[in-house]
């Protein structure tokens, strides 16, 4: 293969490199340096004997994402309650395109929370195999195990995935109206407004600065937090946050939090907030 060819057979599968590595980091900034990384090791390589390149790039993409995930995890001194992910925001109208492909499959941001829960190396096993139909002797060799090992890594995962997601009503604009009167009883200070938008089990979880995370349980108790932050809601705008409805706080150009919702039987049964500003810098908010 001619270096012309190379590149002209890896930007035919950026965009599904860019969903590899979204998946695997839950970040669009970090998928974006494990494509480039996995394009230098293509260069560096030795290609003419692959077969599939497309499958040959998806494993140096999850091979990449796998020693970043590590990497991450071992430069936390202290576990953190959450983590909440880089979430893909777009204006109300819908997706920008560059974002439909990252976000195939409903990939919501409640997905990606879990996924953050798992190792790395489960991570990795659900992600190609659940995700990609990538095979486990494939995997099994970025993760260094036996492909019955492998199986049983991505069977935990998706055991801890089912029991975790919940899946989102599918209609958008029933998920903006529940939003709405969520944000219309935030700004009025409605206590019971709040609780009656809100699942009785519903979830908060909030990724803060300087490496602080909240996570809070119980309608009652997530009332009471949207009611502390009410002087900021005048500066909220609905927009779309991975697909699904959400919320941007902002003023004056600068984004205090990016706030996404689980809307399931007509009720918000998790809301993941991230507002850390060094993160919320690097996001591409409309």
Known sequence: MTDDELTAEFEANRTHLRAVGYRMLGSVNEADDAVQEAWLRAARA??????????WLTTVV???SLDMLRSR????????????????????DGLQPEHEALLADSVGLALLVVLE????????????HDMFSVPFDDIAAIVERSPAATRQLASRARRRVEAETTVPDPDLGRQREVVGAFMAASREGDF?????????DVVLRADMALGVSRLVRGA?????QARMYRE???????????????MV??????????????????KIVAIDILADPERLARLDLP
Do not use: C
């Open 73 to 92: 995890k071992s430069k936390r001194e202290e576990p953190l309650d959450v983590h909440v992910p880089e979430p893909i925001v777009s204006g109300r």
């Open 117 to 128: 829960t798992l190792s790395p190396a489960e991570r990795l096993a659900y992600v190609l």
């Open 220 to 224: 009652e108790a997530v009332a009471g």
């Open 46 to 55: 030795d290609t003419s004997e692959i077969e599939n390149m497309r499958a």
């Open 62 to 64: 999850a091979r990449v």
């Open 249 to 266: 706080v902002a003023s004056d150009e600068q984004a205090f939090a990016v706030l996404g919702f689980t809307v399931a039987g007509g």
């Open 232 to 246: 900021r809601d005048r500066f909220s705008r609905q927009a779309l946050v991975n697909g699904a409805a959400g």
């Open 192 to 200: 019971e407004g709040l609780v009656a938008v809100l699942d009785p």
